[in-house]
C-alpha cells in the first residue's frame, strides 16, 4: 500500500517523518496542532498527506529556531486557518523582539564601557575596611539613599548590614551591580528588565568574565536573526503552494 499511495503522490505519516528524524506519532501530533494541515484519509482510514503537507512541515521546522516552538505553531496554525494577515502579525512580534534584544545587549555593552570609563576618575567612598556606606555611595553616583534602598528590594544589590551598627555595607561587588543598575536605568531600563542582566554579571563572577558571554550572546541573537530567513523562505514557498501568493 505504501509504494501505491507513494505513486499517487500521497505520503504516509512515515514518509513525513523519515527524513526529518522525526516519528510518526510527532507527525499525527502536528497534525492535532495545525501545524499541518488535516490529512485526508483512506477508504479504511489510515492518514494520507501530500506535497502540501510535506511543504508545511518544512515551514514549520524553518520557523521554530528563529520563534520558538509555540510562536512557529501558531504561525501555521493561522496560516492553515487562511488567517494569513494573524500569522504576519505574529513574525512582526518575533522580530520586534528581537530588536528589542539587540537594544538590550547593546545598553548592557555601553553601560559596561561607561563603568570602565569611570573606574580611573570616580572617588573612592568607602566606609572603611569591608566596604561603602549607603550615603557615599549614593553621592558618588549622584542619587538618593532611597533610591539604592529601592534597588536593594528589588534585588538589584544586596548589602549586608554592620555587625555593630547595623549600616548598609556595600562590598566591591553590590558597588559594580549598583553603578551598573545606575546606566542601565539611564538607559531607560526598568528595575524588572535590570533584574535578570545583574543575575548574569554575578552568575558570571563580574564584567570581565561577563563579556565572553556578551560574544556568545551577540552569536546567538545573529543566529536567531538568521534562522528567521531561513523560515520566511520556506514559509513563503508553504503560502504558494497553498496557492495563498
Not at 528567521?228 to 514557498?237: K, P
Request: net charge positive; charged share 25%.
Amino acid at each position: 500500500m505504501g509504494r501505491k499511495l507513494q505513486n499517487e503522490g500521497r505520503l504516509r505519516p512515515v514518509d513525513l517523518a523519515r527524513g526529518h528524524g522525526l516519528s510518526t506519532q510527532a507527525i499525527r501530533n502536528y497534525e492535532e496542532a495545525g501545524i499541518l494541515p488535516a490529512a485526508g484519509r483512506t477508504p479504511h482510514g489510515y492518514r494520507t498527506y501530500t506535497a502540501v503537507h510535506a511543504g508545511a512541515l518544512r515551514a514549520f521546522l524553518a520557523l521554530v529556531p528563529g520563534h520558538g516552538h509555540g510562536t512557529a505553531t501558531s504561525i501555521m496554525r493561522a496560516v492553515n486557518e487562511s488567517a494569513a494577515e494573524e500569522a504576519f502579525r505574529l513574525i512582526d512580534e518575533s522580530h520586534v523582539q528581537l530588536l528589542d534584544d539587540r537594544r538590550t545587549l547593546e545598553a548592557v555593552e555601553r553601560a559596561l564601557r561607561d563603568l570602565e570609563a569611570g573606574k580611573a576618575s570616580a572617588p573612592a567612598a568607602v566606609a572603611g575596611p569591608g566596604g561603602t556606606f549607603i550615603g557615599p555611595l549614593a553621592a558618588k553616583l549622584d542619587i538618593r539613599p532611597a533610591t539604592l534602598r529601592k534597588w536593594e528590594r528589588a534585588g538589584l544589590v544586596r548589602p549586608r548590614r554592620d555587625a555593630l551598627t547595623g549600616y548598609r555595607v556595600y562590598d566591591e561587588a553590590d558597588v559594580r551591580d549598583a553603578r551598573l543598575t545606575h546606566q542601565l536605568r539611564r538607559g531607560g531600563y526598568r528595575l524588572e528588565q535590570i533584574a535578570p542582566l545583574i543575575a548574569q554579571v554575578r552568575e558570571a563572577g563580574g564584567l570581565e568574565p561577563l563579556e565572553a558571554a556578551l560574544r556568545d550572546w551577540h552569536g546567538r541573537l545573529s543566529a536567531r536573526g538568521r534562522a528567521m530567513l531561513t523560515g520566511a523562505a520556506e514559509l513563503e514557498a508553504y503560502l504558494r503552494e497553498r496557492g495563498c501568493g
